[in-house]
């Protein structure tokens, strides 16, 4: 079994920092590095107070040139009973002082504020330094969506348009809840097809009764295990290969431990090998109810995580808690979920075609 370091608080051997100001492109999935800034009346705002949180919020990079500034502060103005709407803040920034954007600022009687970012740090930080930017955060102000488009119009309506799709109507009321962690966005479609792909590389396949197989002890490299009987029928690749394990460290440091020491108050410092499975209808694919750390070999687990890879290509196969609930979840592809290992789950039967997903067992401080 192997089990390498992840990230932690104080750094481990894999290190890959969150995102910074200058550390590079920041993209969909990411943690959004936190600003603060003066606003139009001179007083400090930021994007991580409590009653901007839990919000989507549109950070807006507007020109440098003055006609060009106002030409999308007035796009997004005139759309302001929309964004009020769908419950969404804009924060709009300038390369100004404050006293420059408060005559801005009252002159076009704008709906939201007016960020002065006069050293240009923060474009900087989010990749604005030619403006005309706009970045969608979600409501855990996670980045939903980046989008450069130079007509101001045509950036408020795309703005708009994924803020739609992204984030439905709030105020739905849950009558039942397991205890897991919903994080869209952690791959990208394309780094989830590849997955699909590395699944097809011919390797050998060892057997398994569903918690044992030879195969983790007497390969070096990656190999497929074969489980049926009481644990259930499918297929998991077992990723060894150096460079996908680090890109899969990668987007794991910068897009779900934080959110597991922010949910759980707890830290994950190692991890088993990242295992893509598939539920094949053909072979009757399913997961019965179990718990991840019930056996003896097992008893260091301390969280679960999968990523769905092909989700729409398939049928069946929800995910479920049933002693929280008869709830099915049925997550978009990219998504991650993630429970303690105690949690009795299961994966219902796949009906048609098959699912794949990325699964990695967590452990250590």
Request: charged share 25%; net charge neutral; glycine share 8%.
């Amino acid at each position: 079994m192997n089990r390498c370091l992840l990230e932690d608080a104080v750094g481990s051997l894999k290190r890959t920092p969150a995102p910074q100001p200058g550390a590079g492109p920041l993209e969909a999935g990411d943690p959004a590095p936190p600003v603060g800034a003066l606003d139009e009346s001179g007083a400090p705002a930021f994007t991580h107070a409590d009653l901007v949180t839990g919000r989507p919020l549109v950070l807006l990079f507007c020109p440098s040139d003055g006609d060009s500034l106002q030409e999308m502060l007035v796009a997004f103005r005139d759309r302001g009973a929309d964004f009020a709407g769908l419950d969404a803040l804009v924060f709009a920034f300038s390369r100004m002082a404050p006293e420059a954007n408060r005559a801005i600022h009252a002159a076009l009687q704008l709906p939201f504020k007016l960020m002065s970012d006069l050293t240009g740090g923060i474009y900087q930080s989010y990749g604005a330094e030619a403006a005309s930017l706009a970045v969608i955060l979600d409501r855990n102000h996670r980045i939903a969506r980046i989008l450069r488009i130079p007509a101001p119009a045509a950036l408020a309506e795309a703005v708009l348009a994924c803020l739609r799709a992204c984030f439905p109507p709030r105020g739905l009321r849950v009558q039942a809840q397991a205890p897991i962690l919903l994080l869209p966005r952690v791959l990208g479609e394309t780094d989830c097809a590849r997955l699909v792909e590395l699944f097809h590389r011919p390797v050998t396949v060892w057997p398994s009764d569903g918690f044992r197989s030879e195969g983790h002890t007497k390969e070096a490299g990656d190999f497929k295990v074969a489980h049926a009987g009481s644990y259930g029928q499918l297929t998991e690749y077992v990723v060894r290969e150096p460079a996908a394990q680090q890109f899969l460290d990668r987007c794991f440091n910068r897009r779900v431990s934080r959110e597991i020491r922010k949910a759980f108050q707890t830290r994950v410092g190692q991890r088993e090998d990242y295992r893509i499975a598939r539920y094949d209808s053909a072979s009757g694919g399913v997961l019965h109810a179990h718990r991840d750390n019930a056996t003896k070999e097992t008893a260091h687990r301390r969280f679960t995580m999968t990523i769905n890879l092909n989700a729409g290509e398939y049928e069946g196969g929800a995910l479920r808690f049933r002693e929280y609930g008869d709830h099915y979840y049925e997550v978009e592809r990219g998504t991650a979920v993630v429970w303690s290992a105690t949690l009795l789950h299961e994966v219902m039967p796949v009906t048609k075609g098959a699912r794949f997903v990325l699964g990695v067992h967590m452990y250590g401080n």
